[in-house]
């Protein structure tokens, strides 16, 4: 069966005493559930987000890293220096990091790759953009964000792999694809990596809707047979929406 998550991706929100302000409310507000529930603080304040939520099951990630172990690159963060505060879950290209960061698909397989050399699991983010959508194109720029980053993996691998579907017009804009919309690409998403891989890899990858997730639509999305959850953002920001989305799981 594949497995249940509900993520935050709380971006460059919060500071540190917003950041466990927040982490204690939901570890106390928290419904009992089967579904895995993972935040991503910032990087400032991933350590003291671990030690925090010791006693809980929600659990850590980070919002990127870079692909290379240390070196002379300023400001970024690496696989060793995330799991020397254990944090082990780490998402990777999400739409801003590729349209504000111009991360492409080729550095984007190399940090994919370098996360799980170190046996991190990754959230990998993709998703069409509003004109690939109105040109019909949204199937095929999903397709070829898959296979540029994660067709050259073993199949071993797909087990440290959660999928996040993210389509780019639906994010931040207050718009959400239909749960049928959702529900069409995730299939599709399974087909091409059973026809790429295996059909069992394909049944048991995670793959989560991100996009404007609210409490008022998680329901109705989550119930899709091939949505397995959400990667949220501005709503998991606010415990008691982020709450109600668990519940909806």
Known sequence: MRTKIVAGNWKMNKNLEETEALLGELAAKLPD?????????????????????????????????????????????????LLAIDVDTVIIGHSERRSLFGENDELLAKKVKSALDKNMKVIFCFGEELDDRKSDNHFKVVETQLKNALFDLTASAWSQIVLAYEPVWAIGTGETASPEQAQEMHALIRKTIAEAFNAEIAGNVTILYGGSVKPNNAKEIFSKPDVDGGLIGGASLKCDDFIEIVKAI
């Open 33 to 81: 559930t089967s579904a895995e529930v993972i935040v991503a603080p910032t990087f400032v304040s991933l350590s003291s987000a671990v030690q925090q939520l010791s006693q809980s099951v929600i659990q850590v990630a980070a919002q990127n890293m870079h692909f290379a172990e240390n070196g002379a690159y300023t400001g970024e963060i690496s696989a060793d220096m």
